[in-house]
């Protein structure tokens, strides 16, 4: 395999709760590649760490109440972006890395034209004259689907409908060629075949311009329509990490297999009042991650070690070592999987 | 579904919203929003009409006119044979009692200055049915039916979890013993292994209490689980109706089939055709003329006809109704 673009070791994101009482470990060791061209999903529920994470990579995490522990390591193009300068920082934010938001209404300044906002990163990181900058806003707007981008570059960003604008955003982030675009559920505030347009603009553009996606996203739906990997977040750490193919077929930490039976499925056969199997209970709060394994308190198989002993990430790939990884005992007692749950 | 075994029938409900003048009041009318255009359908005793479409399609003002929450234009709703629309008074409100609805937001839909005791207590006294020690088990009782321990009566709402509030929501609705729950969108805002844990549950109470939903959702894989029926609206108006077997398996509205091609499969190796729309919804206020969906309808029959003769909603197989010149020849 190819060098990773993003390499980002045991990152650590913590917040002061709002009474000053504790710390929200809402990032706890978190560790994954980012390759060129892949598009690497981040899946998980409220709360579980997945847009922290992003958040992180670019250091946008508002200091304080929060702030990334020493010793995390976020590698990008061989330096450590959480050590950068903030001017060398800038040069890569919004440049050679790009977000996108969930919420397309309220990510867009209403006061500029949706021209001046996409221009504007090609002013600062590529000194393009204002005239230039015009033509290239155009041209982006045309790149993401919209029609007259002549005369839509000077439209507000209410005189567009929700899709229209997350097309906005997506020209935005993208005006500079990043090789890094990070897409925060970049399709949940839209509806169902509007996300369809927006998802297939993405794998258009991914194609076109060759860069890598990490897509934040609570939908494994989407997830398995558009990404290569998979990485699975619950409690601020990753529980299970694999190629999109293997971790549907072979799907191996509880908590993965729990979301799985929890979605309900167009392509089930049709059963009215057929049961979902949801996960008992509910995410723990990050303030107050449960000890040994943090799934464990709704966990069916949980056993004695997994409310003594946190699981390390162990190995469970099939082909290439280390593609497949899981952070479960059941991995050294396979046998207990078997079992009843619960018993 | 026979009109006699329906416990809730709806027959031609229509609501214009008027146009507000632009510019603080001062300026030109802007254009009636048809928000629901002759909307008819009957959800059988014990049953789950599945009401979906995509966002402005008004699905939520039928549920809010249904229950006179917003008052509709024109149109009868009977339940058990009486019209809700023209009752009035006493009469209105014992009708009332039969009805409840749960919202989508459970942050919004609770408030924030009652303990769940409290909120629960409210529609209890309203309607005469217990106070005091009397409330207080039935209120126990509520909440251990709908998955809540009886402690959580001293809780407020910003005390629980959105699972938990929209728990404590279905349990409000329940207080009064209705036959009939309109459900706007209650799972949409909770996460996917909590939305399973709900969902479960009022498919439970439903079993138990022998109640019929009006479930509306923008989730087609969401109404699969719950529905027996299925609507599919669009800009005010419905396109298709079936049993939910049937539309799932062999939609005929074209609209039906790109909704249902659009909606992620959590299976990578799904072979779907997929089928993207092209363009936006238009504006409810500015609906296209003929078929409101001619603009974005990727069938290759669409032709002069569909510009200009609006489509009536009629039997294209049994049971399945579809308004669409070329229902026959589905794509």
């Excluded at chain 2, 995509?54 to 006179?68: D, F, N, P, Y």
């Excluded at chain 2, 009629?314 to 070329?326: F, I, K, T």
């Amino acid at each position: 395999m190819t060098e990773p673009l993003l390499r980002v070791r045991d990152l650590k994101t913590y917040f002061v709760t709002e009474h000053g009482s504790g710390t929200a470990r809402a990032v706890d060791g978190v560790s994954f590649d980012l390759y060129p061209g892949e598009t690497l999903g981040l899946v998980g529920e409220s709360g579980c760490g997945k847009t922290v994470t992003s958040l992180s990579v670019l250091r946008l995490i508002p200091e304080p109440p929060g702030h990334i522990r020493p010793g995390s390591f976020i590698e990008f193009a061989g330096r450590n972006l959480l050590t950068l300068a903030p001017r060398e920082l800038r040069a890569i934010r919004g440049n050679q890395i790009a977000m996108i938001f969930q919420e397309p209404m309220t990510s867009l300044n209403p006061v500029f034209t949706v021209g001046d906002q996409i221009a504007e990163a090609a002013i600062v990181h590529q000194r393009l004259s204002r005239r230039a900058a015009r033509a290239r806003a155009i041209e982006m707007l045309k790149l993401v689907g919209i029609p007259d981008p002549a005369q839509r570059v000077d439209h507000y960003p209410h005189q567009m409908s929700g899709g229209m604008r997350q097309r906005v955003m997506i020209a935005m982030a993208l005006v500079c060629h990043p090789k890094v675009l990070i897409a925060d559920e970049p399709t949940t505030a839209l509806d169902v075949t509007i996300q369809a347009q927006i998802l297939e603009l993405l794998e258009r553009l991914q194609a076109e311009l060759g860069m890598a996606v990490m897509l934040i996203t609570h939908d494994l739906g989407v997830v398995a329509g558009s990404a290569d990997r998979v990485v699975v977040m619950y409690a601020g750490q990753v529980v299970e990490q694999a190629p999109t193919p293997d971790l549907f077929a072979r799907p191996l930490h509880p908590y993965t297999v729990g979301l799985l039976a929890s979605v309900p499925r167009l392509d089930a056969p049709s059963r009215a009042r057929a049961r979902l199997h949801g996960i008992p209970g509910q995410v723990p709060a990050a303030s107050d991650w449960p000890g040994g394994c943090r799934f464990h308190p709704r966990c069916p198989y949980a056993w004695d070690r997994c409310r003594e002993e946190e699981p390390p990430l162990l190995d469970a790939s099939t082909g290439e070592p280390g593609s497949h990884t899981v952070r479960c005992w059941l991995l050294t007692e396979p046998q207990r999987r078997t079992g009843r749950p619960g018993s | 579904m026979t009109s006699s075994s329906a416990l809730v029938d709806v027959q031609g409900l229509v609501k214009h919203f008027p146009g507000e003048r632009a510019f603080f009041g001062l300026g030109r009318p802007r254009a009636v929003v048809r928000a629901v255009d002759d909307v008819s359908f009957a959800i059988t005793s014990g049953q789950t009409l599945g009401l979906v479409g995509e966002s402005g399609c008004g699905k939520s003002t039928v549920g809010r006119t249904i229950l006179r929450l917003i008052e509709p234009d024109a149109g009868r709703v009977l339940m058990d044979g009486l019209n809700l629309l023209t009752l009035g008074g006493r009469e209105l409100r014992a009708l009332r009692r039969r009805m409840q609805i749960v919202f989508q937001d459970p942050y919004g839909s609770l408030n924030p200055r009652l303990t769940v005791r409290q909120t629960l207590a409210e529609p209890l006294a309203i309607h005469h049915l217990a106070t005091g020690a009397d409330a207080g088990r039935r209120i126990a009782a509520l909440l251990e039916e709908v998955g809540l321990d009886p402690g959580f009566a001293r809780s407020y709402a910003h005390e629980l979890s959105g699972g938990q509030r929209q728990r404590v929501g279905i349990a409000r609705a329940l207080s009064v013993e209705p036959q009939f729950l309109v459900l706007d969108e209650p799972v949409s805002a909770l996460d996917v292994s909590v939305q399973a844990q709900v969902l479960n549950l009022l498919a439970d109470l439903q079993q138990r209490r022998r109640l019929t939903y009006l479930f509306i959702a923008h989730d087609l894989a969401v109404v699969k689980y719950i529905a027996d029926d299925v609507a599919v609206m669009y800009l005010g108006k419905i396109v298709e109706r079936a049993p939910a077997p049937r539309l799932y398996a062999a939609p005929r509205h074209p609209y039906t089939t790109s909704l249902l091609s659009a909606v992620p499969v959590p299976d990578p190796t799904a072979q779907r055709p997929r089928i993207v729309l092209t363009g936006d919804v238009p504006s409810p206020a500015h609906p296209p003329a003929g078929c409101p969906f001619h603009p974005r309808c990727p069938h290759p029959k669409k032709d002069a006809r569909c510009h200009t003769e609006p489509p009536a909603l009629r039997e294209v197989a049994p049971g399945q109704l579809a308004a669409c010149h070329y229902a026959e020849e589905p794509l």
